[in-house]
C-alpha cells in the first residue's frame, strides 16, 4: 500500500521561512518524480514544483521560483519542499504526489498522493 505522508505546516507569519517534509513507502521511491502542489480556499489545486527521480532535474512554478527548492533523499524515501519569505497568498494546503515517469505538471499526471497538509501566512 502506497503512503505518502505531508508534515510540517501550519500557522506562519509572512516573512517566514517553511519547510514541508513529504515521506513515502509502499513504493520503490527512486523510481517516481515526486510533484508538490497546493490548494487555496476556493480555488484549484496548482502545481508548484517537481523532482526527478534521481534528483538531477527540477521544475518550478513561476509564482514560487527563486523562492523555492525541493530537495529528495532517495535513501531516505522522501523529499522536502523549502520555501522562504512566505507571504499571505502562500496559504493552502500543500500536497505532495509520485509520478511513475517524466516531470509532469497537472494534477491528472499523478498517481498517489499525500492527504495534505495545512499552511497558515497570517500578515
Known amino acids: 500500500q502506497v503512503q505518502l505522508v505531508e508534515s510540517g505546516g501550519g500557522l506562519l507569519q509572512a516573512g517566514d521561512s517553511l519547510r514541508l517534509l513529504c515521506s513515502a513507502s509502499?513504493?520503490?521511491?527512486?523510481?517516481?518524480?515526486m510533484g508538490w502542489f497546493r490548494q487555496a480556499p476556493g480555488k484549484e489545486r496548482e502545481f508548484v514544483a517537481v523532482?526527478?527521480?534521481?534528483?538531477?532535474?527540477?521544475y518550478y512554478a513561476d509564482s514560487v521560483k527563486g523562492r523555492l527548492t525541493i530537495p529528495r533523499d532517495n535513501a531516505k524515501n522522501r523529499v522536502a519542499l523549502q520555501k522562504n519569505s512566505l507571504k499571505p497568498e502562500d496559504t493552502a494546503v500543500y500536497y505532495c504526489?509520485?509520478?511513475?515517469?517524466?516531470?509532469?505538471?497537472?494534477?491528472?499526471?499523478?498517481?498517489?498522493w499525500g492527504q495534505g497538509t495545512q499552511v497558515t501566512v497570517s500578515s
Open positions: 523532482i526527478s527521480r534521481s534528483g538531477g532535474s527540477t
Open positions: 504526489a509520485a509520478r511513475s515517469m517524466v516531470l509532469g505538471t497537472a494534477p491528472s499526471d499523478y498517481t498517489y
Open positions: 509502499g513504493l520503490t521511491f527512486s523510481k517516481y518524480a
